[in-house]
């Protein structure tokens, strides 16, 4: 063999290991791909249900908001009924009757129950 077919027979050789590793990592890079791209679906899957909590906590929290505004707007308007009713009458220094009483007792059990309140109401006397 003279130098020339030793030069080539090198040549080849080089070339043969380089084709050869290059094939190597092209094999690990797609396992890598693979395990990766199971991570990246677990992933998105963990965010999207987390981005679904955080929408239906704040829609809960926006409907707790909307029923403490209405709860608050409807004691006015009831505070402003009883007060219109009651100027200036004789009857404002009679005792409210037990009826009146249960009827509101039930208003605010409904207000209670609406807004989610787990707190019994309490009345001052």
């Known amino acids: 063999m003279n130098w020339k077919e030793a030069v080539i027979a090198a040549l080849f050789i080089v070339a043969?290991?380089?084709?050869?590793?290059t094939y190597r990592d092209n094999q690990q890079l797609k396992v890598s791909n693979t395990a990766l791209s199971g991570q990246l679906s677990a992933q998105q899957a963990i965010n999207t249900t987390t981005l679904s909590a955080v929408a239906i906590r704040d829609?809960?929290?926006?409907?707790?908001i909307k029923a403490k505004?209405?709860?608050?707007t409807e004691h006015v308007n009831v505070k402003?009924?009883?007060k219109t009713v009651f100027?200036?009458?004789?009857?404002?220094?009679?005792?409210?009757?037990a009826d009146a009483v249960n009827e509101l007792r039930r208003y605010a059990t409904g207000i209670n129950t609406r807004t989610?309140?787990?707190?019994?109401?309490?009345?001052?006397?």
């Not at 100027?87 to 009757?97: F, L, N, R, T, W």
């Not at 989610?116 to 006397?125: F, L, Q, V």
């Open 69 to 72: 505004q209405t709860e608050g």
């Open 59 to 64: 829609r809960a929290a926006i409907g707790n």
């Open 16 to 21: 043969a290991w380089w084709v050869y590793d």
């Open 80 to 82: 402003t009924v009883i």
């Open 87 to 97: 100027k200036d009458s004789e009857c404002a220094a009679v005792p409210v009757p």
């Open 116 to 125: 989610g309140d787990t707190d019994s109401a309490t009345t001052d006397r």
